[in-house]
């Protein structure tokens, strides 16, 4: 039995029109009868086993930085916007008309 539409996005918990778009873009196998879309549960289940094979190869490594790396950034991104007096650096305020 061929899935609708609705059926596979109920399945996938995705939007349907993730599905027309998927299909349009040839991302998922469907069938194309008298121009409505229809799915094999079989070559959906293929598809989406076919997510599984990822290797470790193709995950980066997770990259862990220093708490006292984060504060400096931080820092350095508010002494880039804020001036001492808590007020937008005159660069902005000239943009914004001159207030």
């Given at each position: 039995?061929?899935?609708?539409?609705?059926?596979?996005?109920?399945?996938?918990?995705v939007?349907?029109?993730?599905?027309?778009?998927?299909?349009a873009q040839?991302?998922?196998p469907?069938r194309?009868?008298?121009?409505?879309?229809?799915?094999?549960?079989?070559?959906?289940t293929?598809?989406?086993?076919?997510?599984?094979?990822i290797?470790?190869?193709?995950?980066?490594?997770?990259?862990?930085?220093?708490k006292?790396?984060?504060?400096?950034?931080?820092?350095?991104?508010?002494?880039a916007?804020?001036?001492?007096?808590?007020?937008?650096?005159?660069?902005?305020?000239a943009?914004?008309?001159?207030?």
């Amino acid at each position: 039995m061929l899935l609708t539409v609705k059926d596979l996005s109920t399945w996938l918990n995705v939007k349907p029109s993730t599905l027309y778009l998927w299909a349009a873009q040839g991302k998922i196998p469907c069938r194309k009868i008298h121009g409505v879309l229809r799915f094999e549960p079989d070559a959906i289940t293929s598809w989406l086993r076919s997510f599984d094979s990822i290797s470790a190869k193709t995950i980066p490594p997770l990259i862990r930085h220093s708490k006292r790396g984060a504060d400096q950034l931080i820092e350095a991104a508010k002494r880039a916007v804020y001036t001492p007096d808590r007020e937008k650096p005159d660069k902005d305020r000239a943009q914004q008309g001159g207030n």
